[in-house]
């Protein structure tokens, strides 16, 4: 909802407050101000001007050469392109020095040759939204009203002086859909009075009941009345009433249209306008459509109806879908000379269904939605019969034709203060109370130790006693309300360890640049046990929605590979994801499928593009590798981790390898294997997974801190000729074993097979650290120690190079 303080002021006083002190004090009561928006954007020098007269341009084809007044005798030649420009407006001048929205900022120059001293504006390029300016002036300037004086302030004279209050209603705030919905919210937070409007116009002596009949066959709508207006005079609305609506984000049409949307934003109660004469009959009959039944909406789309909707007839056709829009075939134009005014009552139930299944949406069908007052039903046909006359030039037909079965008594509420203190853990005097709900205008009377309270009809939402309680506490000041501890045992909530250590692998998967993925634990029979680390029974469910989520998942990477299918063919050339869920294998004691958590991950495409370093980095085994071991370290668990050589169907068979942790598998590593990636239309793709529950089940020592060391390390570097099949691990395992306790590290730092080796050999690099934290090692003790592994590595059939 927006709310236009200038509009505001009509009704409560809110001069002396300042926007934003106003906006703290509406959200600090419970209705969220999201935004305050300065209409006038800082601009300047913005005055209106009058255009004496219009050349063409001789250099340019759609640029004319203008002469115009900008004060008492302050002609300035300025240059418009704008297609409606014309001799005799009146129009929006900003001169040199003028800043506009955006950082414009206007300067005398030259166009084509000739000079020009300003700029004449269009809305929008006063920061007014398209979407609201009358579709006249959509694609050109804004022509003023022919009265307003040359030189005077433009900003104020279009209501651009203003300030916006944007509301972040929550859906039981229906009555702030409205000017005095929000003015009665406002008085009673500053103590104020509202200011109703004044409703008051003459009648001729012909009656409405001549003239139309109405009938209600549909229990859905309780309450329909018609008031019939003669001789009105389509025209534009007059300037205050457009920069309203704009204020309000909506758009002016013309002078009927904008006063039924002028009352919508003013009261709440949708209203709709009718051309009599399009009616074609003497009735309005408001009834079920039949099924299949048709009608042409106001945005000239055909709409077939279901026999639950309701729609307005004239007796034989639709001429309106109740509470939503209406139809084209009774549409005011500029034709119309005998305006019905439709004020009813819909159902909110049967609106939003009928606005769904259109799907059409309108500020009426919202608003009826929700829940409109039933009190004001009546008044705002009675407002707009007001305006039409004053603003339209029409003549009101004395009565309202109306079928009323509405009921419009309050709901009442009875609570106790007692009830209402002990709900919110303080003490507000009875005298509080009651000066709190008589500022929001309930009527309420104490009586017996009870507040019996009536609950006003524009206020939907006051059903229960919790209610009453909310408005005292909001009123009252939430900030009021005292902070206590809970009564009982002190109990600390925290994570568990396991908790922890899954916030941990959440971090380092983040930390690796990995986005969540979170995907169905249902699937097909052919995935449900693909790329699954240990295969179990499965679980189908008895009656699935589809074979595509039939049957409880046993591995997490199915699905991964299809949310990076799914992302690549969107154009997302690198995906890195993971995802932490359960699997479900077997069966428990009590026959329900076992829930493991598991950790897999995905990446494919480029893992480094620096498009600037000129530096590119294809994903590859190794980076995969590198985020799984980084999961490890942070656990504690790098000594205790190892991978060997595996075979699972989906993976590559030359780069898969089994994950072990103290000699048992807990997870599986690998590039999709070429046919995989062909089916899914994925670029080189590595995944893993992990079962999770076992990694972080695993007992870690306590964290042991050991002091700086100041003694140097030395390396010794070897190269050895092994069989292409010998995996560089079991060779750095003999390393380790060999060692004495001075051998710190090994790392592989270099693999060849190229041609200089023979057929079937590698060549593989490791570099050993040899270090000893008490002293400094002697050149003997090094190669000693290193005399032990070369020894132990020849018996193992290695030979260095």
């Known amino acids: 909802m927006l709310v236009s303080l200038n509009w505001l002021k009509q ?16 959200t600090r009561s419970g209705i969220e101000v999201d935004a305050v928006i ?12 009058h255009v004496v007269s219009k050349e063409k341009h001789p250099d340019a084809d759609k640029l004319n050469v203008c002469q115009v007044e900008v004060g008492e005798g302050d002609i300035r030649q300025i240059i418009c392109g704008a297609p409606n420009v014309a001799a005799g407006q009146k129009v929006i001048v900003a001169l040199p020095g003028a800043r506009l929205p955006g950082g414009v900022k206007i300067k005398k120059a030259k166009m084509r040759g000739q000079e020009s001293n300003g700029m004449i504006c269009s809305l929008q390029e006063l920061g007014v939204e398209g979407r609201v300016v009358p579709k006249k002036y959509a694609e050109g300037i804004y022509v003023l009203p022919e009265d307003t004086v040359p030189g005077s302030d433009a900003l104020e004279l279009i209501g651009l002086r203003d300030t916006v209050l944007e509301l972040g209603l929550t859906p039981n705030r229906s009555d702030a859909l409205s000017m005095l919905g929000v003015a009665y919210e406002v008085a009673a937070i500053l103590s104020k009075e ?13 009656k409405a009941e001549d003239y139309i ?7 859905e709508n309780p309450l329909y009345a018609a008031k019939v207006v003669k001789n009105v005079k389509i025209a534009e609305s007059p300037l205050w009433l457009q920069q309203y609506l704009m204020a309000a984000g909506v758009r002016p049409h013309n002078n009927v249209v904008d006063i ?10 949708p209203l709709h306008a009718f051309d009599y004469d399009a009616l074609k009959t003497n009735e309005i009959l408001v009834r079920l459509a039949s099924e299949g039944e048709t009608i042409v909406t106001l945005d000239d789309q055909e709409r077939t109806l279901k026999a639950h909707n309701l729609v307005i007839t004239n007796g034989q056709e639709p001429v309106a879908i109740a509470g939503v829009m209406g139809g084209a075939n009774s549409e005011v134009t500029t034709d119309t000379t005998t305006v019905v005014i439709e004020a009813a009552y819909f159902d909110g139930f049967s609106v939003r269904r009928t606005s769904k299944e259109l799907g059409l949406r309108s500020d009426s069908s919202a608003r009826f939605e929700k829940g409109v007052d039933p009190n004001r039903v009546l008044i705002a046909g009675e407002r707009a019969a007001q305006l039409l006359a004053e603003l339209a030039g029409g003549e009101v037909l004395e009565g309202t034709v109306a079928v009323d079965d509405l009921d419009k008594s309050p709901a009442r509420v009875v609570v106790s203060p007692d009830f209402i203190n002990n709900r919110l853990g303080m003490k507000i005097s009875l005298e509080e109370m009651l000066s709190i709900l008589n500022r929001l205008q309930f009527d309420v009377e104490a009586a017996n130790g009870l507040l019996i309270i009536d609950a006003p009809t524009r206020r939907q939402d006051i059903k229960i006693e919790e209610d009453i309680v909310e408005e005292i506490a909001r009123l009252y000041g939430y900030d009021e309300i005292p902070m206590t501890l809970p009564e009982g045992n002190e109990q600390i909530g925290g994570l568990t360890p396991y908790q922890e250590k899954r ?8 930390g690796a640049g990995l986005l969540q993925a979170v995907t169905y634990s249902l699937t097909s029979d052919e995935l449900a046990q693909k790329f699954t680390l240990k295969a179990e029974d499965t679980t189908r469910l008895l009656m699935p929605m589809s074979e595509e989520r039939s049957t409880l998942r046993q591995s ?9 299918s799914y992302n690549i063919a969107r154009k997302a050339d690198s995906v890195a994801l993971y995802e932490i869920g359960s699997v479900f294998l077997g069966k428990t004691e009590e026959e329900l499928p076992f829930e493991e958590e598991h950790l897999a991950l995905i990446v494919s495409g480029k893992w480094v593009d620096h498009a600037w370093q000129g530096e590119k980095l294809s994903v590859d085994f190794f980076i995969a590798k590198g985020i799984i071991e980084s999961l490890f ?10 991978f060997e050589k595996a075979s699972v169907d989906g993976l590559h068979p030359g780069q898969t390898a089994a994950i072990l942790l103290d000699g048992e598998k807990v997870g599986l590593i690998g590039g999709l294997h070429p046919t995989e990636r062909k089916r899914y239309d994925l670029k080189e793709t590595f995944v893993a997974e992990l079962n999770l529950n076992a990694v972080l089940a695993a007992q870690v020592e306590e964290l042991v801190y050991v002091s700086v060391p100041r003694f140097p390390a030395i390396t010794r570097d070897i190269a050895l000729e092994l069989d292409r099949s010998k995996p560089a691990g079991e060779i750095i395992e003999i390393i380790r074993n060999a060692g004495t306790k001075l051998l710190k590290e090994v790392k592989v730092f270099d693999v060849y097979e190229g041609d200089k080796m023979e057929a079937g050999k590698k060549s593989v690099a490791f570099s050993l650290t040899y270090f000893d934290p008490e002293r400094t090692l002697t050149d003997e003790e090094v190669v000693s120690a290193h005399n032990k592994v070369l020894k132990a590595l020849t018996e193992a059939g290695a030979e260095l190079r």
Not at 503 to 510: H, L, P, Q, S, T
């Open 556 to 564: 997490l990477l199915p699905h991964l590979v299809e949310a990076a």
């Open 213 to 219: 009949k109405v009938r209600v066959e549909a229990k």
């Open 503 to 510: 916030r941990i692998a959440r971090n380092v998967m983040e």
């Open 11 to 26: 009704y409560v006083d809110i001069d002396g407050i300042a926007a934003e002190e106003l906006a703290e004090k509406i």
């Open 260 to 269: 039924t949307n002028y009352i919508l934003m003013e009261y709440g109660q």
């Open 38 to 49: 300065d209409r006038s954007k800082g601009m300047t020098n913005v005055v209106v001007g």
């Open 633 to 642: 370290e942070k656990l504690g668990l790098t000594d205790r981790v190892s």
């Open 194 to 206: 509202v200011k109703l409007p004044e409703i008051a116009y003459n009648t001729i002596s012909e």
